[in-house]
């Protein structure tokens, strides 16, 4: 029986090349591996160098230099064993994804394109899990933010403000061995302002005026000074710098 295969091979190529590249960068954003350019280029050419041969001269070719590679990367190099792991599954979930939406078949063990509108659908799975992983990023970004978040009191010449605090690891300034908070807001108060020098990122002193207060955190009371600066900028809505001499 005489099967005819009618496909684009040009495309069929290029949507390997395509889903290599896509299939590769993954795995290498997840585990943040900095891998060398030869690392990249050397397995980008092998794996079209096996897919030619597998189109052209030996069935099913692709699929024992996947096999085989995947067992000298876990005997060699162990350290890219995860990487060709998740390269396999986003690899072949592609396939799979094409399959579904039509236009494309598995011969021999490689996809063939029959139908060039199917090209379109290669960018659909990854620009999804491009998505996702951007919301994720921003998910536990925003997670570990909250962390440093710290609801405040700050008593001012007897009265109380409650603020949202952002610990900072940066600020450790004291004055008269007492610690320096920031807060972002004016201060209107009577009391008297004292000259704060404090030590900037280029190890020049800054001059302040700040103002001595009291600051419950988690219900205990610190004695800190408190310095009004309007612009500065700080995460989630916070409006006041702590000192993270406060929580040692």
């Known amino acids: 029986m005489v099967i005819i295969v009618n496909a684009y091979f040009d495309l069929s190529i290029l949507s390997h090349v395509v889903i290599s590249l896509i299939s590769l960068f993954l795995p290498l954003v997840i585990f943040s591996k900095k891998s060398n350019y030869s690392y990249k280029t050397n397995k980008i050419f092998l794996d079209l160098i096996a897919y030619l041969l597998n189109l052209y001269f030996i069935p099913y070719f692709l699929l024992f230099y996947f096999l085989i590679r995947i067992l000298l990367i876990c005997l060699l190099k162990k350290d890219y064993f995860k990487v060709e792991l998740i390269y396999l599954v986003y ?73 949202n605090g952002y610990l900072d690891s940066g600020n450790i300034a004291k004055h008269n061995d007492l610690p320096v908070i920031f807060v972002n807001f004016e201060i209107v108060s009577n009391l008297e302002y004292e000259s704060i020098y404090i030590q900037g990122l280029d190890k020049n002193k800054l001059l302040y005026q700040g103002i001595k207060a009291s600051i419950i955190i988690f219900k205990k009371k610190f004695d800190c000074y408190i310095i009004a600066n309007t612009n500065l900028k700080l995460f989630n809505n916070c409006n006041c710098l702590l000192n993270f001499e406060l929580f040692n």
């Open 91 to 163: 690899y072949w979930l592609n396939i799979a994804f094409l399959l579904l939406v039509g236009g494309t078949f598995i011969y021999e063990g490689i996809l063939y394109i029959n139908q060039p509108i199917s090209c379109l659908f290669i960018l659909i799975l990854p620009t999804i899990s491009i998505i996702v992983m951007l919301l994720d990023k921003q998910f536990h970004k925003h997670l570990k933010q909250d962390k440093y978040v710290k609801k405040v009191t700050l008593i001012i010449a007897n009265k109380k403000l409650i603020v």
